[in-house]
Each structure stands twice: as C-alpha cells, then as structure tokens.
C-alpha cells in the first residue's frame, strides 16, 4: 500500500529513543521531511548522524517541552524551515508513575501540556496543508485499570479525549486527529527492559496476560501511528487505536 507520504512535512516530540525514534524512521523512510526533538543533546545527534544519509531533510533539536515559550518556538521555526506541516506527533512523555502530586503535576506538564503547545503552535501550519494529521500517543493504561493509581493512566486518558475533541473541532479545516493506545512495548532501556531486570516475576506475569505471549515492538506501534498520520487514512478521525496484542480486557469501541 502507498500511504501518500512522500514529500509529507513532520514532527515528532520525544523522537529519539523507543517509539518516538521508531516513528521517526519509518516517516522518513516514507518520504517524510522530518523534524524531531529531545531533551538530551547527544541523542538527538545520534539520531540526525543516523539518518543523514536518508535524502530526506532531517532537523532535530534539543527542547523542553515544558517550557512553553522554547516548545512553541521551536515547533514554529521547524515547520517553517520544513516549508509546511502536515503530520503532528506528540510523543513526548514523562511515564509519571506514581499517584503524588509531584507525579500529576509533572505528567500534566509533559505529556497534557506538552501536546498542547505543540498543537497549538502546529496549528497555523498544518491549515495551510491538504493531509494535516495529528496523532498524539496515549497508553492502554488510559483504558484498562491495572495495578495502583497512577498519574500516568489520568494524564493518558486526558489525550485520549483532548484529541477527540480536535477531530471533531478541526475537521472542517481538513485536519484529522488520532490517538494510539500502546500496551507493554519492550526496547532496550525502556521500562519494561528494567522491569525485566529488576522484577523479573512482573515481567513475566505481564508476557503471561498476553494472549500473544509477548511484548510488543516500537516498530508495531510505529506502524500504526504512521498509517493514522499518513493520507491512507484520509477517512480516520477521532479515533483511539490499541496496539497491545489483544491483552486490553474490554470490548474496544
């Protein structure tokens, strides 16, 4: 299937490490121009070294997206230096994961405010293109009560809605938005990489509850997230896709 992606214009916050950088490189293995950012300056580097060879333009920056001015302004002067915008990710997570609130305050800042401001300052751009996609990335967490309170299942479910909300708000500008619920996704250093390390017997509990009988890849949940961003699903909006190996314990509706 062609997705319509090529000469496509995007960004992605948190794009360096797990599914952020998953979904960096499938874009622009796309077609896609892409800028990307991070907090950590050395990863960022890596990833643009990585794909400088790509013959896509490439742009990545080193952002906090808490800060609202510095978030606002590096999403206007990178789609400004892409010549457009069509696709929006906001990827960019704090994983608060407990119940304080330190916790709430800190995954309300990142993850709810975060999206935002990226949408926000997004906005006049993505006007301007004929495919415009937002695709913001949640959790099953949101959506299947699991284990204690967390600050990270709210703040998740909180875009779940909030991007309802644009797809039916924005879509008479031609502008489509989604969510993309992940369930337990292992890469290296990610959180269920330490869990495997450190709490074996949750880790293996969790396989357990799989009805695949295993984690999921960055790579499977990149998947679904360029497929939503791109023109293959022109028809698609306000929608949460799930992408946890059928271990989400409701009927999805």
Known sequence: MDLGLAGKRAIVTGGTRGIGRRIVDLLVAEGCDIGF????????DGAVDALSNSGRTVIGGT??????????????ETATALGGLDILIPNASALASSASVDAWRLGLEVDVLGTVRAVEAALPF???????????????AAVNTSGGVRAYSGVKAALISYLSGLSTNLGSKG?????????????????WDVRKREAPEAYAAAVARNPMGRLGTPEEV????VFLASPAASYIS???????GAATTRVQF
Do not use: M, Y
């Open 63 to 76: 952002v906090d997206v808490t800060d609202d001015e510095a978030s606002r302004n590096w999403i206007a």
């Open 222 to 225: 990149a998947n679904a997230v």
């Open 175 to 191: 502008i489509r938005a989604n969510t993309v619920s992940p369930g337990a996704i292992f890469f290296e250093g990610g959180v």
């Open 126 to 140: 993505l006007e301007e293109s004929g495919a415009a996609s937002i695709v913001a990335i949640s959790s099953t």
């Open 37 to 44: 950012c991070a907090r950590d300056q050395k990863q960022v």
């Open 238 to 244: 306000g929608t949460n896709l799930i992408v946890d």
